[in-house]
């Protein structure tokens, strides 16, 4: 069965440096990574997937992750983040018809 | 893009009550939706799938007696907590997956329901 490792659990920093939410799988075997976004007190938001293709895929909000399929990794990362972006982060990996997720990483950025 | 409705989004009741929350995807139909729990800073837990017309799987360890679950339509999946215990207080979260979508295709999420058991 698939497993998702997110190791940090939170992560601080502050406003318009750059972050790196790590996240990594257990299974080298075909599979479709998503970054999921929960606010305080919101449900989940995807906020990008990775299905085929290009390895590096982007969200509309300056987010990018970077599937690296030999170290079995999807880290998510953004040069400059933004107040708004204080959340939970959730990595998740299908397994046959369902979603694992990781434990999560709160972002939290300062002024 | 595609919306869950989950109600209600919180409640609280007294031990040994029965609560039904449901789940329902608004413009698209839903062949098969899955339950979640999330424990304070925690990730989320699959509890079960939810498929419509037939039986519900539960993940192992989850109590299928005690988390009903019923999926009459293609829109709508109710998670029914019975006999609720204040261990059972906890964030509950659908979400759903277009009939078309196959296993590439990300869930919706509804915004969950905290239930709160005193």
């Known amino acids: 069965a698939q497993s998702v490792t997110q190791l940090d659990s939170q992560v601080p920093v502050f406003e318009e440096a750059p972050v790196e939410l790590r996240c990594n799988y257990s299974?080298?075997?075909?599979?479709?990574l998503f970054w999921y976004v929960q606010y305080p007190n919101q449900g989940l938001q995807l906020l990008l997937k990775?299905?085929?293709?290009?390895?590096l895929v982007e969200s509309i909000n300056g987010f990018e992750a970077e599937f690296n399929k030999s170290q079995t990794s999807f880290h998510l990362r953004k040069p400059s983040v933004h107040i708004s972006d204080t959340a939970e982060y959730f990595c998740a990996v299908t397994d046959t018809d369902k979603l694992i997720f990781g434990t999560g990483t709160r972002l939290q950025v300062f002024p | 893009g595609a919306v869950v409705s989950q109600h209600p989004s919180w409640v609280i009741c007294k031990s040994g009550t029965s609560v039904k929350i449901e789940c329902r995807s608004l413009d698209f139909q839903a062949t098969t939706m899955f339950w979640y729990r999330q424990f304070p800073k925690q990730s989320l837990m699959l509890m079960a799938t939810?498929?419509?017309?037939?039986?519900?799987?539960?993940e192992q360890g989850v109590e299928k007696d005690k988390f009903l679950i019923n999926h009459a339509s293609l829109t709508l999946s109710t998670l029914t907590v019975t006999s609720a215990h204040p261990e059972d207080s906890s964030f509950y979260i659908c979400?759903?997956?277009?009939?078309?979508?196959?296993?590439?295709?990300?869930?919706?999420f509804g915004n969950g329901t905290r239930l709160t058991v005193t």
């Open positions: 979400s759903a997956r277009d009939w078309q979508g196959l296993s590439d295709s990300p869930l919706h």
């Open positions: 939810s498929n419509e017309g037939s039986k519900a799987t539960y």
């Open positions: 990775y299905l085929s293709g290009s390895t």
């Open positions: 299974s080298s075997v075909s599979v479709y």
